[in-house]
């Protein structure tokens, strides 16, 4: 006699077996044959690693160690100036190389034999080639050490151009004399004849604005207020005179006058006393 369900009832204990066993019943095809599963698990599976590959990364194509490029060399430094040129550069270079102490005069504007030997000494003093030439290395090593140069340290020693002639020396004999650039002209009917650098008074004893002309000359004169030299006097103004200066000559516009217009070119200053007259009009303005 057969037991109706009992395949079943087999077949449903077998699978509860092999649950408890751990074990995994695969499916089979219609010839009874086990069939691949579509996806295998890879949970508590460690993938096949490269040698050299660190866990979690993806292998990589190439070989293990690449080679090493070139690096392209530093370009050589640039020459910027050197002895013989001139030019608000060179003017700019001095009056940074002033503010160190390795240079005494100038700014002149002109690359001379005392510009080149204060470079070599920066140079030398910071590690670099001692060439008395101004690289772009040298340049922007002393740019780093220095600031910007104002107006009056670019023209220390004078040098700077002259302004437009005011309108009251365009006609007649005249000394013009600007305190805005510090020069002064010697104008002849509107025509510039000369022109050269001037120093003025400081801040309480200032030198005087306005129209004037020239009452007195003097080719050797000593203050009588001040025991001052003051040779080539021309007065203009009281005690005030155009005259050349000592203390101009060697220390530029870090000093001042008592009042008078001072010059610190000797040869300039001998023309000019030469031909100015007393009585010629002299112009003082901004």
Request: a positive charge.
């Amino acid at each position: 006699m057969r037991i109706s369900g009992r395949p079943a009832a087999l077949l449903a204990s077998a699978a509860a077996l092999a649950a408890l066993c751990g074990c995994t019943v695969q499916p089979t095809n219609a010839d009874g044959k086990a069939r691949a599963p579509a996806h295998v698990p890879t949970r508590g599976r460690t993938p096949e690693r490269t040698p050299g590959q660190a866990q979690g990364q993806t292998p990589r194509s190439g070989p293990a160690h690449p080679t090493r490029t070139e690096q392209p060399a530093a370009p050589a430094p640039r020459v910027l100036y050197s002895r013989g040129d001139s030019g608000a550069g060179v003017r700019e270079l001095q009056a940074r190389l002033r503010q160190l102490d390795w240079l005494f005069d100038g700014p002149t504007g002109s690359y001379d034999h005392l510009t080149e030997r204060a470079v070599r000494g920066f140079q030398g003093k910071r590690g670099l080639p001692q060439t008395g030439r101004t690289d772009t290395v040298t340049w922007q090593r002393l740019v780093g050490m220095t600031h910007t140069p104002g107006k009056w340290e670019l023209f220390l020693m004078g040098g700077q151009p002259a302004g437009a002639p005011d309108p009251r020396c365009m006609t007649g004999r005249v000394l013009c004399i600007d305190k805005t650039t510090r020069t002064l002209r010697w104008m002849v009917d509107g025509r510039t004849l000369s022109t050269t650098a001037v120093r003025f008074g400081a801040q309480y004893t200032p030198t005087r604005e306005g129209v004037f002309y020239v009452y007195w000359k003097a080719r050797d004169w000593v203050s009588t207020l001040y025991h001052s030299p003051m040779p080539y006097a021309m007065f203009f103004s009281g005690g005030q005179a155009v005259h050349y200066s000592y203390d101009f000559a060697a220390r530029g516009y870090a000093g001042a006058s008592h009042g008078c217009v001072n010059v610190r070119d000797e040869a300039a200053i001998q023309q000019l006393f030469a031909q100015v007259r007393v009585s010629d009009k002299v112009v003082v303005h901004w």
